[in-house]
Antibody, heavy 120, light 105 residues
Framework: QITLKESGPTLVRPTQTLTLTCTLS??????????VGWIRQPPGKALEWLAL???????RYSPSLNSRLTVAKDTSKNQVVLIMTDMDPVDTATYYC????????????WGQGSLVTVSS | SHELTQPPSVSVSPGQTASITCSGD??????ISWYQQKAGQSPALVIY???KRPSGIPERFSGSNSGNTATLTISGTQAMDEADYYC????????FGGGTKLTVL
């Protein structure tokens, strides 16, 4: 069965870089058609798509955050990493990774989420 | 701001039909997905490719996409359907709507 789990720091200082890891189970990013996305949700607010990485290492980023985001995969560990630079308090949110339904941008399996607070 | 506009809230009586809209440019040219998020939980997919239901999603959930508006319809709404609902549009990239809080009175 497909599961995803986010891990990383719960507190980040302003201007620091955030690194989050998504550990995949039940599927592999080395398989054709597979993709993993990152989505965040500030407390009490809406979902916001951040990035998507495909099995062939193709990547897509939110246009509004493109300059601050990097997504990468480690196939040997079956993990995906999200890096966000220059963190600000407005980046405080729950960060989710999610499995992409093949051939779509639809996310059919989601991780539990990782709450990241940006504060000095 | 969101490119997709949803009503902030919708109320419905148990057993009645709830309709949640999602408006945006060129929606007819884009695929729509809908997610349900209950309090304290991760989002869950309820509709994809405008009108398809993933396995395990009750038949009372349906979707449509016409013109510049997509609609999630919940027929015979139950108390367990109370949640936030988000639409998502995608073609070469993707965006989420602002979300709608469904209250079952």
């Amino acid at each position: 069965q497909i599961t995803l789990k986010e891990s990383g720091p719960t507190l980040v200082r302003p201007t620091q870089t955030l690194t989050l890891t998504c550990t995949l189970s039940g599927f592999s990013l080395s398989n054709t058609g597979v993709g993993v996305g990152w989505i965040r949700q500030p407390p009490g607010k809406a979902l916001e798509w951040l990035a998507l990485i495909y099995w062939d290492d193709d990547k897509r980023y939110s246009p509004s955050l493109n300059s601050r985001l990097t997504v990468a995969k480690d196939t040997s560990k079956n993990q995906v990493v999200l890096i966000m630079t220059d963190m600000d308090p407005v980046d405080t949110a729950t960060y989710y990774c999610a499995h992409r339904m093949a051939g779509t941008f639809t996310f059919d399996y989601w991780g539990q989420g990782s709450l990241v607070t940006v504060s000095s | 701001s969101h490119e997709l506009t949803q009503p902030p809230s919708v109320s419905v009586s148990p057993g009645q039909t709830a309709s949640i809209t999602c408006s945006g440019d060129r929606l007819r040219d884009r695929y729509i997905s809908w997610y349900q998020q209950k309090a304290g939980q991760s989002p869950a997919l309820v509709i994809y490719q405008d009108s398809k239901r993933p396995s395990g999603i009750p038949e009372r959930f349906s979707g449509s996409n016409s013109g510049n508006t997509a609609t999630l319809t919940i027929s015979g709404t139950q108390a367990m359907d109370e949640a936030d609902y988000y639409c998502q549009a995608w073609d070469s990239t993707t965006v989420f709507g602002g979300g709608t809080k469904l209250t079952v009175l």
